[in-house]
């Protein structure tokens, strides 16, 4: 809960979270950093208003003048979310940052000292499991996956880039998580899929809801959100076959129906969006026959 939960009016930020918990949805995302806590207050406001409690989950970022002192970042971060949240704890807890990039944390830094943080707030009752954004280079994220640390990781997955939940295979592109679904389901890790609509891009129109976030630099997919709404635009013949009725939902429910996933974050603007994606959701799997063509429009 992005865009809506920062920008969005609080009647229908109410009536957008009972419409989802009405139609079977029962896990929330959100972070410190959407709306610089803003989606945070919001959602604890609405769900005390709605006498709501999801499965929950939150996430925090470490801020590089702070990582002298990770594990008490870590710690005043989930402090400063439950008071938003007016929560006492959350389901999900989970490390925000890029894992072996210059711009993230080592994978050393991740397992020596931000794992060992995490585990005493899951041990002091302020969460229940541990997760990570699965952003960053495949070496780290391998080694990070395989400590067994972690209960869950964000995958980027959508049609445009489906590596996450592909096999493993060699010479690939760097931006090509292949295998790293398998190393996850060795481990036992639950995968939460990210960017399933691209940021947009995969509705096949540059156009903006006003809620929503207006620059959204791709991530996982094309060089610009231009050329990820040209690709997906490649798509527009399944949807004139009458396969799905809209790149949307045909994208929503490629994403969703992925074998492996185990929870697509749908990130919506409006409640209309809302309702479009339940329907889609409604609609069920996509043909094996259709998910081979995507994979061959887009080739």
């Not at 009458?242 to 492996?260: D, H, N, T």
């Amino acid at each position: 809960m992005g865009g809506l939960l920062v920008r969005g009016s609080p009647a229908e930020q109410e009536r957008s979270l009972a419409r989802a918990f009405e139609a079977g949805i029962t896990y929330v995302d959100t972070a410190a950093l959407y709306g610089n806590g803003e989606s945070e207050r919001n959602l604890g406001r609405a769900l005390k208003a709605l006498g709501a409690s999801p499965v929950l989950g939150t996430k925090a970022r470490v801020p590089a003048e702070a990582r002298g002192d990770i594990a008490g970042a870590l710690a005043a971060s989930l402090e400063a979310s439950l008071q938003r949240l007016g929560r006492d704890s959350v389901d999900l807890f989970q490390l925000h940052d890029e894992i072996g990039t210059a711009e993230g944390l080592t994978a050393a830094q991740v397992l020596d000292q931000a794992v060992p943080a995490l585990r005493r707030l899951r041990d002091q009752g302020k969460c229940r499991f541990l997760g990570i954004t699965a952003l960053g280079t495949v070496p780290a994220l391998r080694a990070v996956l395989e400590s067994g640390a972690f209960d869950t990781a964000q995958i980027p997955f959508n049609a445009l880039n489906p590596s996450w939940l592909a096999p493993a295979q060699a010479g690939v592109a760097a931006q090509d998580f292949a295998g790293l679904g398998q190393v996850a389901a060795a481990q036992g890790v639950g995968l939460i899929g990210i960017r399933i609509l691209a940021a947009g891009a995969l509705t096949g129109s540059a156009a903006r809801h006003p809620v929503a976030m207006q620059d959204v630099p791709p991530i996982a997919s094309g060089p610009s959100f231009a050329a990820d709404v040209a690709a997906a635009n490649r798509l527009a013949p399944l949807v004139a076959e009458g396969v799905a009725g809209s790149l949307a939902e045909l994208a929503l429910r490629y994403a969703i129906f992925a074998p492996g996933m185990g929870c697509a974050l749908i990130g919506t603007a409006s409640l209309g969006q809302l309702e479009e994606a339940i329907a889609a959701a409604g609609r069920g799997p996509l043909p094996p026959a259709a998910v081979e063509r995507i994979g061959a429009l887009l080739a």
